[in-house]
C-alpha cells in the first residue's frame, strides 16, 4: 500500500527526513518519534502535500510526485489541527467534501458515513456545539466519505479526553477491519501498542526500529530497573546494564534478567556512598523502548505550534 | 467550476452566518457617505453625494477583498488549506472559490450602501448603468481578492496580514480620485491618483454617470485585473505545488 525508498526532505541545513525506506501493507502502522523527529513532513510527502527532496515514494503503485492526482484520489488525510467549519452543521461539513469528491448519490453516502461515525443524531446541529471528540470523529467521517484505500491520521487523538481517544481508536480498528490500511503518527505510546499491527519509531528523520509493539518489546529481553536512590553518583554503571535516563528522582537502568542485576547495582552504589531507597524491576513498556531508541526524549519544541493554532481558533 | 462552487458556498455560509461580521463590513463605508457625502462643504459640485457615491462604492470593494485575504490565512493556519490541497479535486479551484467569495461579499455589500446613496439623495442610475457599474465594480473585486488571496499566501500569520492590509488601505482611498475631481487636486496628489487602480474603478463609474465609457480608464483596469489574476494563480500552483 505504502513503499518509500530513501525518503528524504531537507529544509535549509536540517534534515527532516533521512533516507526513510518503508513498506506499508493493509495494517494499522503507527509512526512514533520525539517532536521534530520528522513525522509530520513523512505525512506530508506521502500525502502530496510536500515534495521530497530525494527518494521516491509509492501509494497503491502510484508515484506521490508524477502521479499526485491519482494518489491523492486513494487517500484520505486528516491533519491534527481539528479543522471543522464550527459555522457549519456536522452534515454540512461532510457534504462539502462529499461534493469535493465528486460523490454520486451524495446524501446518502453523507448520511451512511455520519452513521459509521456515530453522529447521526447531532448531524444537522452546528459543530461549535460539538465536543472534541465529536469533531475528530467528524473528521472521520469527512475523510470515509469517498472510500480510501489509506488513510493517513495525524496525531488523532491529541488534545482529547480518555474516553474520547478509546472511541477514536475503536473506529480505527474498524476502519482496518474493512479493509482501510491506516497510516498514523502519535505521540502515546500506550495507544501505538494496544491498537497498531505494527510501528516505526522516528528519531532526527531517521527510522530507528519497525516491528510490531510486542515483537519490540521483547526481542531485547531486556528489563527494566528503576531506583530512587540519595547522594551522589558519578555515571558509572556495572557490566550489562545500560542507564536510560532519569525521570525527577528515579534512575532508569536497562539490563538482560534484570532481578539477578539487583544485588550487584545496590552493591554499586553503596561502594559510591549513595542510599539506595527502592529499587523496582519490570518488563518494558514501548515507553521505555522509545526511551532507549531515541538519543533525546525532550527535544525542545522551538515553537508550540499546536497551543498557537487552538487559540487561533478561538478567536475564528 | 463545481468544486469553485463547493469552496463559495462554503465560505458564503460561514459568513452569512456570523452575524455580527455582515453588518460591521458595512459601517465605514456608511459612515464615509454619511458624515462626509452630507457633510463636507465642498465648492467644485452642487451635489457632493453624487459624486462621492462611486467611490465610496468603490471603497467598499476595497475594504471587502482586503479583509477577504484574512480568509485564506485562517484556512492555512487552522489546517483547512492542507486538507483540501489533499483532495483529488483541483487545487487551484480553492483559490477561484476564495476570489468568486470575496468579490460577491463585496458586492452585495456594494448594493446596501447604493441602496443608502438612494436614500441619502443621489440621484438614481438608470439600468444601462448599473448594469455597467456592477461590471466594474466586480471587476475591481477580482483583481483587489485576487491581490489579497496572494498576498496572504505568503504571509505567515494573521497579524502580519491585518499589519498589510491596515497599511495599504487608507493610503490606497486617499490617493485615489474617490473624494475630489483631479482638477481640484494639489499637482503631487494629481499624478498618484491618476496611476491608482482604485482610481481606473472610480473613474471608470463615474463616466457611467454621464452616459460615457471611459475605455482609458477601464482597459487600465481590466489589463491589470488581467495580470494580476494570471499572477496569483501561477503564485498559488507555485507554492501549492
Redesign the interface.
Known amino acids: 500500500m505504502i513503499e518509500t525508498q530513501d525518503l528524504t526532505r531537507v529544509y535549509g541545513s536540517l534534515c527532516a527526513v533521512d533516507e526513510l525506506s518503508l513498506s506499508v501493507g493493509n495494517e494499522i502502522f503507527g509512526l512514533l518519534g520525539p517532536n521534530g523527529s520528522g513525522k509530520t513532513t513523512t505525512v ?1 510527502m506521502l ?5 521530497p527532496t530525494s527518494g521516491s515514494a509509492l501509494i497503491c503503485g502510484h508515484d506521490v510526485v508524477r502521479e499526485a ?1 491519482e494518489v ?2 486513494h ?9 471543522v ?1 464550527i ?2 452543521t456536522g452534515r ?1 461539513n461532510v457534504a ?2 462529499a ?4 460523490i454520486e448519490r451524495r446524501d446518502e453516502k453523507v448520511d451512511e458515513v455520519l452513521a459509521i461515525m456515530e453522529l447521526d443524531s447531532r448531524a444537522d446541529d452546528l459543530v461549535r456545539t460539538y465536543s472534541g471528540g465529536m469533531r475528530r470523529r467528524l473528521e472521520l467521517a ?1 475523510a470515509l466519505v469517498h472510500e480510501p484505500r489509506v488513510l493517513f491520521l495525524d496525531e488523532p487523538t491529541i488534545g482529547l479526553d480518555v474516553a474520547a481517544r478509546q472511541k477514536i481508536w475503536e473506529h480505527i480498528r474498524a476502519l482496518k477491519v474493512r479493509g482501510m490500511t491506516i497510516f498514523v503518527t502519535t505521540h502515546y505510546m500506550d495507544e501505538a501498542d494496544h491498537s497498531c499491527d505494527r510501528v516505526g519509531i522516528l528519531d532526527h528523520g531517521r527510522l530507528v526500529a519497525v516491528d510490531s509493539p510486542a515483537r519490540l518489546k521483547n526481542h531485547r529481553g531486556q528489563d527494566i530497573i528503576t531506583i530512587r536512590i540519595s547522594g551522589s553518583w558519578d555515571g558509572r554503571v556495572p557490566d550489562g546494564v545500560r542507564f536510560l535516563g532519569d525521570e525527577g528522582e528515579e534512575l532508569v537502568f536497562c539490563a538482560r534478567d534484570g532481578s539477578a542485576m539487583v544485588p550487584g547495582l545496590v552493591r554499586h552504589f553503596e561502594q559510591q556512598g549513595a542510599t539506595v531507597r527502592s529499587i523496582a524491576v519490570r518488563t518494558p513498556t514501548l515507553d521505555d523502548i522509545f526511551l532507549s531508541l531515541v538519543r533525546t526524549r525532550d527535544e525542545p519544541g522551538g515553537f508550540d505550534d499546536h497551543r498557537f ?1 487552538t487559540m ?2 478561538r478567536r ?1 | 467550476m463545481k468544486d469553485v462552487l463547493a469552496y463559495f458556498q462554503r465560505d458564503l455560509l460561514r459568513w452569512v452566518r456570523g452575524r455580527l461580521a455582515v453588518v460591521s463590513a458595512l459601517v465605514m463605508p456608511a459612515a464615509w457617505l454619511i458624515f462626509v457625502g452630507l457633510a463636507l462643504p465642498t465648492t467644485f459640485t452642487e451635489n457632493y453625494i453624487d459624486f462621492i457615491t462611486p467611490g465610496i462604492l468603490v471603497l467598499t470593494m476595497l475594504g471587502a477583498s482586503l479583509q477577504g485575504g484574512s480568509l485564506l490565512i485562517f484556512d492555512r493556519i487552522l489546517g483547512f488549506l492542507n486538507k483540501f490541497l489533499a483532495l483529488p479535486s483541483s487545487r487551484e479551484s480553492i483559490l477561484f472559490g476564495k476570489i468568486l467569495f470575496i468579490t460577491t461579499r463585496g458586492l452585495i455589500q456594494a448594493t446596501v450602501i447604493l441602496i443608502l446613496a438612494f436614500i441619502l439623495g443621489a440621484a438614481l442610475f438608470p439600468p444601462m448603468e448599473l448594469v455597467l457599474t456592477y461590471a466594474i465594480l466586480a471587476l475591481f473585486g477580482l483583481l483587489l481578492s485576487a491581490f489579497s488571496t496572494t498576498v496572504a499566501l505568503h504571509l505567515s500569520d494573521h497579524d502580519a496580514y491585518a499589519a498589510f492590509s491596515a497599511m495599504v488601505s487608507m493610503p490606497l482611498f486617499f490617493t485615489s480620485s474617490a473624494l475630489m475631481p483631479y482638477e481640484v487636486m494639489p499637482a503631487w496628489l494629481r499624478g498618484l491618483a491618476y496611476l491608482n487602480p482604485v482610481s481606473f474603478a472610480i473613474d471608470s463609474i463615474r463616466a457611467l454617470q454621464v452616459g460615457v465609457i471611459l475605455w482609458s480608464r477601464l482597459g487600465a483596469l481590466l489589463v491589470l485585473a488581467a495580470v494580476v489574476i494570471g499572477v496569483s494563480v501561477y503564485r498559488f500552483r507555485k507554492v501549492t505545488l
Open positions: 506530508l500525502t502530496t502535500l510536500l515534495r492526482r491523492r484520489n487517500i484520505s488525510y486528516v491533519p491534527q489541527d481539528m479543522a467549519d459555522k457549519l454540512e462539502l467534501f461534493r469535493l469528491y465528486g469527512q493554532r487561533l481558533r475564528s
